[in-house]
């Protein structure tokens, strides 16, 4: 099966909410109308989710997908959120006498437009990875493509590891600071400035940065918007096919999102030609 055909197929699958088996239905019409080269088998299909040649490709068509909204976005906002699998760890535990089990989960780390709710890049990871590790590259690949001017998080990301890198690229950090934070910097010659600066900002002018705060909520509401309509839960077994249909669960909310865009902002689309 072509790459281009696995992409589509995989895709379609994790957009029409099924399993491989019961998505072959809309596989032959699509096949009929030319959208893909060959009707692929199931098995083909769930083969494709478990290629990881898949998952640099589905991150830079998330990214690629958002670039027609780079003239419209300019303040974004960065959380992570969970996606469940039917994978289960077991244990004996000893203080209760008896077997107990949690589900394995994953993790999706997203920066956000807070107009349009596109996502702009994302990182996929295992359920207990630390939000602030995973920033800088969700942020840095953004900021490559868009202009950031406000960027709000939430105390996850309070560090001044996290503040120096976004006062960096010319945005305006919109984090708030834990109870025990002061107003100088924790870590010498680390957003030292950029910490004192924000700290009296967020201190002093309260209702101001909540204002542009608030506009954090739009990445929530994206995270429901992605569970709602492709669920929550992730359908593969095998660890690189779970990270891929999490990054298609994306895909599809972004390709959503661009053809709410094109109605409600008035936007003319081009459309490339086939080769």
């Known amino acids: 099966m072509l790459l281009s055909d696995a992409v589509f197929c995989a895709t379609m699958k994790v957009y029409a909410g099924m399993s491989a088996r019961r998505a072959m239905s809309d596989l032959r019409d699509l096949g009929e109308r030319g959208f893909i080269a060959h009707v692929p088998h199931y098995n083909s299909v769930i083969n494709a989710l478990e290629n990881p040649d898949l998952t640099p490709l589905l991150t830079a068509m998330i990214e690629e997908s958002a670039q027609p909204l780079r003239c419209v976005e300019t303040d974004f906002a960065v959380d992570s959120s969970g996606f ?25 780390h997203v920066m956000v437009g807070t107009t349009t709710n596109i996502v702009t890049s994302v990182e996929v990871t295992h359920g207990h990875a630390h939000d602030g590790q995973h920033f800088r590259p969700v942020f840095e690949r953004s900021a490559r493509r868009f202009n950031v001017e406000r960027l709000s998080a939430d105390k996850a990301y309070s560090s001044a590891r996290i503040l120096g890198l976004v006062d960096s ?69 095998t660890p690189v096919a779970q990270v891929n249909e999490v990054l298609c669960k994306v895909l599809c909310h972004n ?20 080769s």
């Open 84 to 108: 469940t699998t039917s994978i289960y760890h077991r244990w004996y535990s000893e203080k209760y006498g008896r077997e107990r089990s949690e589900a394995f989960w994953l993790k999706a």
């Open 255 to 274: 390709l959503c999102c661009l053809v709410q865009s094109i109605y409600e902002l008035g936007i003319e689309p081009e459309f490339w030609k086939a």
């Open 169 to 237: 690229a010319g945005a305006m950090p919109l984090i708030p600071f834990k109870k025990n934070a002061k107003g100088t910097s924790p870590y010498r010659g680390r957003g030292l400035d950029i910490w004192a600066r924000m700290f009296h900002y967020f201190s002093y002018n309260r209702d101001e940065f909540m204002r542009y705060y608030h506009k954090r909520s739009n990445v929530e509401t994206t995270f429901s918007m992605i569970k709602a309509k492709f669920g929550s839960r992730i359908r593969s077994k």
